[in-house]
């Protein structure tokens, strides 16, 4: 199974830092990448998604893809404690086919 | 704004039971997956389904498993004997033709067997 690696966590960010969070992955044939974020007891929820190299920003979410290096990473700015969650990353190769997730990065971020 | 949707939230049922989950994707999408996360461990993907028939399973998905798409609007997953080591949060997920890998997940059914 090609993997997606994930640091388990926690991190701990004071709010209104900056959080980062990375994900590797090994299948070089991935073509689409993720990030859901997951509270405790419920479902994914789509954070971002990205396809090409470099950066994608929305509001206050920075996704980073290096395909070269097989690496993928989220920013979060101005981190608010409803922003403790567990990130996931994910990746497909395409089209309709499966996601396959990392197990998480938990955050949590404190007043 | 649309989401998808499953019954029940909560499932108990003893071992060797069948059980069906349900799902109701968004109105529009046409690509449809089932995902289980087991305590504490990572989302896997079960079965993937398009134009009425599976597209891709995992190894997980084996004999004792089926999906259907009984209707316009329903997605169930069913499990013909359960064990217990299929315990865990099912998520069903959905995706348009638009975004094929862009997948809306669904608040989960947990099932628990006893």
Redesign the interface.
């Given at each position: 199974q090609k993997e997606v690696e994930q640091n388990s966590g926690p991190l701990s960010v004071p709010e209104g830092a900056i959080a980062s969070l990375n994900c590797t992955y090994s299948d070089r044939g991935s073509q689409s990448f993720f990030w859901y974020r997951q509270y405790s007891g419920k479902s994914p929820e789509l954070i971002m998604s990205i396809y090409s190299n470099g950066d994608k920003e929305d509001g206050r979410f920075t996704a980073q893809l290096n395909k070269a290096s097989q690496y993928v990473s989220l920013l979060i700015r101005d981190s608010q404690p409803s922003d403790s969650a567990t990130y996931l990353c994910a990746r497909s190769s395409g089209g309709y086919n499966k996601l396959i997730f990392g197990a998480g990065t938990r955050l949590a971020v404190h007043p | 704004e649309p989401e998808v949707t499953q019954t029940p939230s909560h499932q108990v049922t003893q071992m060797g039971q069948e059980v069906i989950l349900r799902c109701v994707p968004i109105s529009n999408h046409l690509?449809f997956?089932w995902?289980r996360q087991i305590l504490g461990?990572?989302?896997?993907?079960l079965v993937?389904f398009?134009n009425n028939e599976i597209?891709?399973k995992?190894e997980i998905f084996d004999d004792q498993f089926s999906v259907e798409r009984p209707d316009g609007s329903n997605f169930t997953l069913k499990i013909r004997s359960t064990k217990l080591e299929d315990s865990a949060?099912y998520?069903c997920a959905s995706?348009d033709v638009q975004?094929?890998?862009?997948?809306?997940?669904?608040?989960?059914t947990r099932l628990t067997v006893l």
């Open positions: - | 690509y997956y995902y461990q990572k989302v896997e993907f993937s398009y597209s891709e995992s949060m998520f995706s975004g094929p890998d862009t997948q809306y997940f669904g608040p989960g």
